[in-house]
C-alpha cells in the first residue's frame, strides 16, 4: 500500500503530539479550576451572550468562491505538467507548441468571466 | 519512494524483507523529523526575539545560555510545559483539545515531502510539491475548529477572519507555484530541484520576468497564509486579544507556535526549491570538483552535506526575511488584506500563469523572425528540455549532454 509510509509518518507525529502533552500532565501543576477561571476571556467583562453567533454572510461567498478556484487548480496542475519539461507536448520544445497554450488560454477566459461576474456582484466587497 | 533510499537497502542487505525494511526505514525518518520539527521553532523564536530586538534598536534575550541568550527558545519551552491546561466551560471539549494535534500534524505533513538536499527527503513522492500545498492547508481546519470550539467572541473572529484569510491566500499560492511546475513538467519536488543545477540562470527565478514577479507575489502569498504579519489578522493582538489561541494556555498553546514557525520554515524551503535553485549554489562548483553524480559513497555523502547547507541557508534567510517584514510594516486591516489577495494577488498569478504559457512562444517567434530556422524558447542558457545535467551518465563521459528524461531513466 503506498500511502502506509504516509500514515505511520502521520501517526509518528501524532504520538510525539500527545506525548509532550501528557509529560505536561505529569511535570504541570493541577488545573485549580474556579468559574471565573473558566469563564471565556472577554477582557475582564462578564461575557455578554454566547459565542455561538451568527456571523457575516461574505464568509461563506468567499468560500464558495474559494472551492471553484481550488477546483479549478486541481485541472490546471495535470496541464502545467503536460506543457513543461520535456514532455511531447512541452511548451519550451521546439517547434514551439502553441495549441497547448491556447487550450489553457480557453480555460483562464471562463474562469475570468467567472471571476469578473463575482467580483461585479460584490462578493470582494468587506464593509 | 523510500524503496531506494540508503538505510532500506542497508535493511535489506541485513536481510529484511522490503515492506518490513520500508517501514522501519519511515519510523527512522519520522522521528528524526518530528524532533527537527519540536527543535527548530525554539530556535527560530529566539532569532526571531533577536531580530525584533535588533530592528527595535534593542538587544532581545542576553541573559539565558550565554552571551546570545540562545537558550531563550529552550528556556520558554521549558517553562511551557509546566503551565496548567486549561479548557473554558463555555468550550466544546473534544474539538478545543484536538485542534492543536491538527495544526501540529498539518504543519508536520509539509516536512514529510521537503526535499533537503539531492535524495534527502524524508520520503520522495512522485506528487511532492501538491502534497505540501495539500497538507499544509489542513492547518487551517485545526484554526477554525480552535476559534468555533473556544466559547470565546475573540476566538471566533480570529477563527474566521483565519479561515477566510488561508482559503483566499491558497489559491494565488498555488497559482504561483503552478509556475516551476509549467517550467519543469513534473509534480515531483525532487526533480524541480535537480533540474535547477549548474549555473546561477539556471534558478527557476531567473528563467523569465514571470518567475522572477512569481517568486515575489508567491513569498508575499505564503507570508499571508502562514499568518505572519503584516497579514496576521487572525491573532490580531491590538484588536482580538489573541485571536483564535486566546482560552488556550501551556503547552497546548505552544503547539499553535510550533505550528506557526514550523510553517514559515516550510513555505520558505518550498520557495527555496521552488524558485532559489533549492539545494544548489548556482555556480557549478560541485561539477568542476567532480563530486556531483560521483556514485562514491563519499562524494554523495559530501556534496549531500553541502547541499543540505546550501539549502538551510537559503530557507533561513527567507525566513529571515519574513521576520524583518513583521517588525518593519503596521498590521493590514482585515478588508485590505482580502482585497490584496482577491482583487491583486489573484488576477495578478492568473496574468502570470498565461505570460509564463505563452512566452516560449513569443521568444520562438522572435527568435525565428531574426533567425529563421534557428529559433529558441528561452533567452538564457538552454532550453529546459536540453539542460544539460550533473550526473556523470555515460552519454556524457562520450561527449554527448544528456537531456534531463535520459538523466532521470539512469537515475532509475
Aim: charged letters at 15%; one cysteine or more; hydrophobic letters at 55%.
Amino acid at each position: 500500500m503506498p500511502g502506509l509510509p504516509i500514515l505511520l509518518f502521520v501517526a509518528v507525529s501524532t504520538f510525539m503530539a500527545v506525548s509532550i502533552i501528557i509529560v505536561a500532565h505529569v511535570v504541570g501543576p493541577k488545573a485549580r479550576s474556579t468559574a471565573v477561571k473558566l469563564m471565556p476571556y472577554e477582557s475582564g467583562m462578564d461575557p455578554i451572550h454566547s459565542a455561538r453567533q451568527r456571523f457575516n454572510i461574505s464568509f461563506y461567498l468567499l468560500a464558495i468562491e474559494f472551492l471553484v478556484f481550488d477546483v479549478e487548480l486541481l485541472f490546471l496542475y495535470p496541464w502545467a505538467v503536460a506543457a513543461g519539461g520535456t514532455s511531447p507536448t512541452a511548451l519550451g520544445r521546439l517547434p514551439a507548441e502553441a495549441g497547448v497554450f491556447w487550450a489553457v488560454m480557453g480555460f483562464v477566459t471562463i474562469l475570468m468571466i467567472g471571476f469578473v461576474y463575482t467580483w461585479r456582484k460584490g462578493v470582494f466587497k468587506w464593509n | 519512494m523510500l524503496n531506494d533510499s540508503a538505510m532500506t537497502r542497508f535493511l535489506m542487505a541485513w536481510g529484511l524483507s522490503g515492506d518490513v525494511a520500508v517501514l522501519a526505514t519511515t519510523v527512522v525518518h519520522a522521528a528524526i523529523l518530528v524532533h527537527f520539527f519540536a527543535a527548530a521553532p525554539l530556535v527560530l523564536i529566539w532569532l526571531e526575539r533577536k531580530v525584533a530586538g535588533r530592528l527595535q534598536d534593542r538587544l532581545g534575550p542576553t541573559r539565558v545560555g550565554g552571551r546570545f541568550g540562545w537558550l531563550q527558545g529552550a528556556a520558554d519551552g521549558i517553562k511551557l510545559v509546566q503551565k496548567e491546561d486549561l479548557a473554558p466551560a463555555a468550550a466544546d471539549s473534544v474539538l478545543f483539545r484536538m485542534a492543536p494535534y491538527i495544526v501540529f500534524i498539518g504543519s508536520f505533513g509539509a516536512f514529510i515531502a521537503l526535499p533537503w538536499s539531492d535524495g534527502w527527503t524524508a520520503m520522495e513522492l512522485d506528487a511532492g510539491l501538491f502534497f505540501i500545498l495539500a497538507i499544509m492547508s489542513v492547518e487551517v481546519i485545526g484554526v477554525i475548529f480552535a476559534g468555533y470550539a473556544s466559547g470565546s467572541k475573540w476566538s471566533l473572529l480570529g477563527g474566521m477572519r483565519e479561515a477566510a484569510q488561508v482559503v483566499s491566500y491558497e489559491v494565488p499560492m498555488a497559482l504561483c507555484c503552478l509556475l516551476p511546475v509549467m517550467l519543469a513538467g513534473t509534480v515531483n519536488i525532487m526533480e524541480i530541484g535537480r533540474m535547477q543545477s549548474g549555473w546561477v540562470w539556471n534558478w527557476f527565478v531567473l528563467h523569465d520576468p514571470f518567475c522572477l514577479i512569481g517568486f515575489f507575489v508567491y513569498f508575499t502569498v505564503a507570508t499571508a497564509s502562514v499568518k505572519r504579519a503584516p497579514f496576521d489578522l487572525a491573532e490580531a493582538e491590538s484588536e482580538l486579544v489573541a485571536g483564535f489561541h486566546t482560552e488556550y494556555s501551556g503547552i497546548r498553546w505552544s503547539y499553535f507556535f510550533m505550528a506557526e514557525y514550523a510553517s514559515m520554515f516550510a513555505v520558505s524551503g518550498l520557495a527555496t526549491v521552488c524558485f532559489l535553485g533549492g539545494w544548489h549554489l548556482g555556480v557549478p562548483v560541485l561539477e568542476w570538483l567532480g563530486l556531483a553524480g560521483n556514485p562514491a559513497w563519499w562524494a554523495v555523502a559530501i556534496s549531500g552535506v553541502i547541499g543540505f547547507a546550501l539549502f538551510a541557508a537559503k530557507s533561513l534567510s527567507l525566513v529571515f526575511v519574513q521576520m524583518w517584514i513583521r517588525w518593519s510594516l503596521p498590521r493590514l486591516r482585515i478588508d485590505q488584506v482580502m482585497t490584496t489577495c482577491l482583487k491583486y494577488l489573484l488576477p495578478i498569478s492568473c496574468v502570470l500563469l498565461v505570460g509564463l504559457a505563452a512566452w516560449p512562444l513569443v521568444i520562438y517567434a522572435a527568435t525565428n523572425a531574426l533567425q529563421p530556422g534557428r529559433g529558441r524558447t528561452t533567452l538564457i542558457g538552454p532550453a529546459l528540455g536540453e539542460r544539460s545535467a550533473p550526473a556523470r551518465t555515460s552519454a556524457e563521459s562520450a561527449g554527448v549532454t544528456p537531456t534531463i528524461a535520459e538523466r532521470v531513466e539512469v537515475r532509475r
